[in-house]
C-alpha cells in the first residue's frame, strides 16, 4: 500500500510557474508507474502527465512543452514544474501511483491539492 500526499497548490496568474510536489510514504524506486491527473469543475478526470520507473514520460497534448514530470527516488517524490499556467489548467490536480503485485495492478491517490490559474 502506498499512501500519497500532494502539496504547491495555489493561485497564480496566467504564465506564471507552480511546482506540485507528491510525497510518497514508501519506496517509490519499484513503482511501476506514477503520474498526475487532473479534475475541473464539470469535467472527466484526466491524465496530465505520467513518469515510470524506469523513467520514460508521456505527456497529454495540452501541457506537452509547459509541463514537466520528474521523480526523486531518494526522497519518495515525484514533481510536475507547471510553466505558462493557462485559465484552463485550473482544476484540483491528484497524484497517482501504479503498483504491480504478480498479476494484478493496484492503483493509488492522493487526496488532491487545487490550482487556480486567474488574474
Known amino acids: 500500500q502506498v499512501q500519497l500526499v500532494e502539496s504547491g497548490g495555489g493561485l497564480v496568474q496566467p504564465g506564471g510557474s507552480l511546482r506540485l510536489s507528491c510525497a510518497a510514504s514508501r519506496s517509490i524506486f519499484s513503482i511501476y508507474a506514477m503520474g498526475w491527473y487532473r479534475q475541473a469543475p464539470g469535467k472527466q478526470r484526466e491524465l496530465v502527465a505520467a513518469?515510470?520507473?524506469?523513467?520514460?514520460?508521456n505527456y497529454s497534448d495540452s501541457v506537452k512543452g509547459r509541463f514537466t514530470i520528474s521523480r526523486d527516488n531518494a526522497k519518495n517524490t515525484v514533481y510536475l514544474q507547471m510553466n505558462s499556467l493557462k485559465p484552463e489548467d485550473t482544476a484540483v490536480y491528484y497524484c497517482n501511483a501504479v503498483v504491480v503485485v504478480g498479476p494484478g495492478e493496484y492503483a493509488y491517490w492522493g487526496q488532491g491539492t487545487q490550482v487556480t490559474v486567474s488574474s
Open positions: 513518469i515510470t520507473s524506469g523513467g520514460r514520460t
